[in-house]
């Protein structure tokens, strides 16, 4: 309890958790009752019920969903017209890791928040079915955006790792490789910054405690529209 000791005392500026999930509120209500920003590693919670406890809180709450801080999303997200957008499919999948929370929740985040972030607005329309693995959970999704639709594979079931985002557009098609950090559209590779996303991710945290502009990865309500469509998919397939 030694990050205790130093927000008691008011011994640094902010705090970044990441410790297991079933945890994370517990510690953000403290800090954040003491008025910390936080950065908290994905979920930020197993049940938007339980991260909903976080809402009367005011200093900044940064979930680390990495792909909404690599430089292929922001560049999607500042290039691109929602109305644009044909459809969306991506991929999440790897062997392992076998937790004991389920890979809805482990995966999904990824993948699920891509299509939140576009829309600002959860799926109007919400399909899921599990298929088999030889070990661990592998799920196929359809999330339905008022006639948009986002295709989605994840899973810990598999053989090979991947991380990849399509987004289909009357321009042509994105494709986003995560795995090797680059961005192509029509077979022509988007020259982009060399910067990971975690270093993304944590240059944002530190501008967002020194100067508190909005950035729709820090609203709140994204992270509750998330966790809600993860349990909702949960339950379809279950």
């Known amino acids: 309890h030694n990050w205790k000791y130093l927000a008691d005392f ?6 970044v958790i990441a410790t297991p999930p079933d945890s994370h509120i517990e510690i953000a209500e403290y800090l954040l009752q003491r008025n910390f920003p936080i950065m ?22 940064l979930v680390n969903h990495q792909h909404l801080f690599s ?4 560049y999607l997200n500042s290039h691109l017209q929602l109305s644009n957008i044909l459809s969306i499919f991506s991929q999440g999948t790897g062997w392992g890791p076998f937790r004991d929370y389920s890979p809805i929740f482990d995966y ?30 592998n799920t196929k999704l359809v999330l339905d955006y008022e006639g948009i ?14 991380r990849e985002l399509e987004v289909h557009t009357t321009q042509g098609k994105y494709v986003y ?9 029509n077979n022509q590779e988007i020259p982009l910054p060399s910067t990971l996303p975690l270093h993304n991710s944590c240059r944002a945290f530190i501008q967002q405690v020194q100067e508190s502009k909005y950035d729709v990865r ?11 469509t ?7 397939r279950s």
């Open 218 to 228: 820090f609203d709140f309500s994204l992270q509750l529209r998330l966790l809600k």
């Open 149 to 162: 639709k986002h295709y989605c594979v994840l899973g810990n079931g598999f053989a090979e790792k991947r």
């Open 71 to 74: 430089n292929a999303f922001e």
């Open 10 to 15: 008011q011994l640094c500026d902010a705090f």
């Open 40 to 61: 908290v590693e994905k979920p930020l919670a197993l049940s938007h019920q339980e991260a909903a406890k976080l809402l009367p809180y005011s200093p900044a709450i």
């Open 177 to 185: 490789d995560g795995l090797h950090h680059t961005l192509h559209c």
């Open 108 to 137: 999904g985040p990824h993948d699920v928040s891509f299509g939140l972030a576009f829309w600002k607005k959860s799926p109007k329309v919400i399909e899921a079915r599990s298929f088999q693995a030889m070990q661990g959970s």
């Open 230 to 236: 993860l349990e909702e998919i949960q339950k379809i």
